[in-house]
């Protein structure tokens, strides 16, 4: 009984479960704001069932996450005999052509999801997955741009399901936060070529123009852009989000080596999405879908401690003493 759960609980960790919630989260927030926005009403993802709209974001945005982690692992199987051989592919727990499939069925599905929220929604999915190809086969080597591309499919990962004006600022803020969390990542696991001036100009000039085509594609600064009124006191719940983020960082990375505090940033930065989600709804009012989105983040994240407890007991079985 233990083979079959092991096989599980690799393939789970082949596509990085314990990071898919804030994919997760990034598109339950574009579907629950689609719904509370007039400018999005006759959006596919705005006439459908509320269940409906969530399950297929679900499927998306897990679709899209595993095929670029699945992908991730094939390609780097020889760099990870060597130095991770506890990861999913070197131990055994999941063959190469299992993850082979693993990275093809879950594109399939994204793709074949996102054609239920409409055509817009299918060609960004369609552009999201070549960015993260684009990563994997090549972007990643080069710190500058690689970061960048991360950024910019956090940022299409949100737009999916709806391109109104109302989804620029948290699609922005994605993008940042993303590149701040693998920068960060990158210099603490001390990866090679490290992140040089070269390299930080790249990401500067490369989000400066990303910011500026994200602003000027849509009225997001003008009045009326967001629904609800939104006052300068509701607009400390992003802000706060921001703050409360690099403090709970701060504090669980501090004192501890450097491979453990990027794991633990790479997963809160991956939860934080879901909790900047929760802020924009509390900045226009919307209750609840902030319970919605609360109730994703504690939920996933018990889910996620109890996986981790489960792949340990069945990795690392507890022995006992005559």
Not at 17 to 44: E, N, Q
Not at 171 to 193: D, F, G, N, Q, S
Not at 211 to 229: D, M
């Amino acid at each position: 009984m233990a083979r079959p759960l092991v096989r599980l609980l690799g393939t789970l960790q082949l596509v990085r479960f314990s990071l898919a919630l804030g994919a997760i989260g990034d598109l339950w927030f574009a579907v629950l704001l689609a719904r509370a926005d007039p400018a999005a009403s006759t959006l596919p993802v705005a006439t459908m069932g509320l269940g409906e709209a969530l399950a297929i974001a679900t499927l998306v945005a897990t679709g899209l996450f595993a095929f670029g982690t699945s992908l991730n692992d094939v390609l780097d199987v020889r760099h990870d005999s060597a130095f991770s051989p506890e990861r999913p592919i070197p131990s055994g727990r999941v063959r190469s052509g299992q993850a082979v499939i693993v990275a093809i069925g879950a594109l399939m599905t994204a793709v074949s999801c996102a054609v239920l929220f409409g055509r817009d929604a299918l060609l960004t999915t369609v552009a999201v997955a070549a960015l993260i190809l684009f990563f994997n086969a090549a972007g990643r080597y080069f710190p500058g741009v690689g970061l960048l591309t991360v950024g910019l499919v956090h940022a299409g990962h949100m737009l999916i399901p709806d391109q109104t004006p109302a989804l620029t600022l948290p699609a922005w803020l994605a993008m940042v936060h993303a590149i701040m969390v693998r920068a960060t990542v990158y210099r603490l696991e001390e990866k090679r070529p490290p992140i040089g001036p070269a390299a930080v100009l790249a990401v500067t000039v490369g989000l400066a123009v990303a910011t500026g085509l994200l602003l000027s594609r849509s009225r997001a600064l003008e009045p009326g852009a967001w629904p609800g009124e939104i006052s300068a006191t509701s607009a400390l719940w992003p802000i706060g989000a921001i703050v409360l983020f690099i403090i709970v960082a701060r504090l669980k990375t501090r004192g501890i080596p450097p491979g453990a505090a990027a794991e633990k940033l790479l997963r809160y930065g991956s939860l934080w999405q879901v909790v900047y989600g929760v802020s924009w709804m509390a900045m226009i009012g919307q209750w609840r879908a902030a319970g919605w989105l609360l109730m994703l983040a504690v939920g996933g994240f018990a889910v996620l401690l109890l996986l981790r407890e489960a792949l340990s007991l069945v990795l690392r079985p507890p022995t006992y003493r005559a």
